[in-house]
């Protein structure tokens, strides 16, 4: 039987009321949520894009909203978040943590690779970070991809 709801535990810029959330068709889950392991979250580059890195064990336990999204929805967001393409980040599920109930899920994210991050550090485009959490301060500074944009 096909899978007809997906978790996502979203910490970046599909969050409720922050500059993707239309892309966000999701139902929210009560409460907030963190990552059972470590993560880096950094702001990057010239959009000051939210990365968070798989590289488990670094950084802090991120804080974020987890969604339950159909299949059309999870297609939109994997659009987005540029999935297909080299650049992109990557679905992967990780344990995730209710802050009120203490209890442990397990849930989809997006995160960039290890090697993606060093290539922009190396470049100079990590504007800041490692965070725990994305801000509404943070994302007043984010600005949407162009369409000509290739990264």
Known sequence: MEQTTFR????????????????????RMSGLFTTVEKY????IGPRHSPWMINDPGVGFE??????????????????????????????????IQSK???????????????KQYLEERHAKNVCS???DCYT????RRYRPRNHSDQG
């Open 8 to 27: 996502i535990f979203i910490f970046g810029t599909l969050k409720s009321d922050y500059p993707n959330f239309r892309f966000n068709s999701g139902t």
């Open 40 to 43: 880096p979250l950094y702001l």
């Open 62 to 95: 991120v804080e974020g909203e987890v969604f339950e999204v159909d299949a059309k929805g999870l297609k939109v967001m994997d659009e987005l978040e540029r999935i297909d393409r080299e650049n992109g980040y990557r679905r992967l599920i990780i344990a």
């Open 100 to 114: 009120n109930s203490g209890e442990v899920l397990d849930a989809y994210v997006y995160l960039k690779t290890k």
């Open 129 to 131: 970070g490692p965070w």
């Open 136 to 139: 509404v301060e943070q994302s």
